[in-house]
T-cell receptor, first 118, second 112 residues
């Protein structure tokens, strides 16, 4: 089945710096890659997503890049602010896996704790 | 517009007890998921469903069961609760594969 690895597990930056979080996936059939932000005690919420037919997507200070050949994708946050402090999760969505298994599965990475210091 | 609703929000179980975590969504979503999140850890998939009557195992299904008799509801059953099942449980749903998944507010379960 799909396996998603996320790095780093913790990331500490100064306000105004950029932050980059990287994920790799194992199933080449995966074709949708969302990123979620989870504030303390809250539910995860989508911040940006990318589909496999697109190499890059940007939304204000947030961007995601995808390299299908290498099976990795990254989240870039520019001009970080203290309110960006949270846990960030990447995920991969699998339409089908080997032998037709994993259809519809949504697999998450381990998460990155981002701390932005004022 | 309720979205994904989970009940209860909190629960303490004794070892060996059983319970059902309820999840319902009012968005007519086909795909539904159960995840557990241990303290400081990521989201691990327990079970998922791509439509009524269809369920499949995720990464950590042992000790759990699910059913999907309607599009709206996807209950998670814990039989013979163990301390290792202490966790926060999230239910999520989405309409089709390559779209946003919406999460419920979570159920914090403690097994003592």
């Amino acid at each position: 089945g799909e396996n998603v690895e996320q790095h780093p597990s913790t990331l500490s930056v100064q306000e105004g710096d950029s932050a980059v979080i990287k994920c790799t996936y194992s199933d080449s059939a995966s074709n949708y890659f969302p990123w979620y932000k989870q504030e303390l005690g809250k539910r995860p919420q989508l911040i940006i997503d990318i589909r496999s037919n697109v190499g890059e997507k940007k939304d204000q200070r947030i961007a995601v890049t995808l390299n299908k050949t290498a099976k990795h994708f990254s989240l870039h946050i520019t001009e970080t602010q203290p309110e960006d402090s949270a846990v960030y999760f990447c995920a991969a969505s699998t339409p089908s896996g080997a032998g037709g298994t994993s259809y519809g599965k949504l697999t998450f990475g381990q998460g990155t704790i981002l701390t932005v210091h004022p | 517009n309720a979205g994904v609703t989970q009940t209860p929000k909190f629960r303490i179980l004794k070892i060996g007890q059983s319970m059902t975590l309820q999840c319902t969504q009012d968005m007519n979503h086909n795909y539904m998921y159960w995840y557990r999140q241990d303290p400081g850890m990521g989201l691990k998939l327990i079970y998922y469903s791509v439509g009524a009557g269809i369920t499949d195992k995720g990464e950590v299904p042992n000790g759990y069961n699910v059913s999907r008799s309607t599009t709206e509801d996807f209950p998670l059953r814990l039989e013979l609760a163990a301390p290792s099942q202490t966790s926060v449980y999230f239910c999520a749903s989405r309409t089709v594969m390559n779209t946003e998944a919406f999460f419920g507010q979570g159920t914090r379960l403690t097994v003592v």
